[in-house]
């Protein structure tokens, strides 16, 4: 049985920082893409960021230079550093996985808050 289970979601002030952690079991941890992604209220759910299982790294142009997608094969884990958060930064956020194309697993979610 394949899981994601996000944690480090919380309420923060503006300009603060968080780090996301995902832990999957049940799939080769490697052999994944490993993405972020996050859902605010009213809105479509969009993709922050995304880490190959080779290390290779994209983000959306919302968080780039202030968030860092890192990947703990070690460990079966994702994480998500946040840095310089703000309001619109709020959302509930989604780790999820791929092999090809298509994003096969996914958790089920955690909050982060930016509010002064």
């Known amino acids: 049985q394949v899981q994601l289970v996000e944690s480090g979601g919380g309420l923060v002030q503006p300009g603060e920082s968080l780090r996301l952690s995902c832990a999957a079991s049940?799939?080769?941890?490697?052999?994944?893409?490993m993405g972020w992604y996050r859902q605010a209220p009213g809105k479509q759910r969009e993709l922050v960021a995304v880490?190959?299982?080779?290390?290779?790294?994209n983000y959306a142009d919302s968080v780039k230079g202030r968030f860092t997608i890192s990947r703990d094969n070690a460990k079966n884990t994702v994480y998500l550093q946040m840095d310089s958060l703000k309001p619109e930064d709020s959302a509930v956020y989604f780790c999820?996985?791929?092999?090809?194309?298509?994003?096969?697993?996914w958790g089920q979610g955690t909050q982060v808050t930016v509010s002064s």
């Open positions: 999820a996985a791929r092999q090809i194309t298509l994003w096969d697993y």
């Open positions: 049940g799939i080769i941890f490697s052999n994944y893409d």
């Open positions: 880490v190959t299982g080779g290390g290779r790294t």
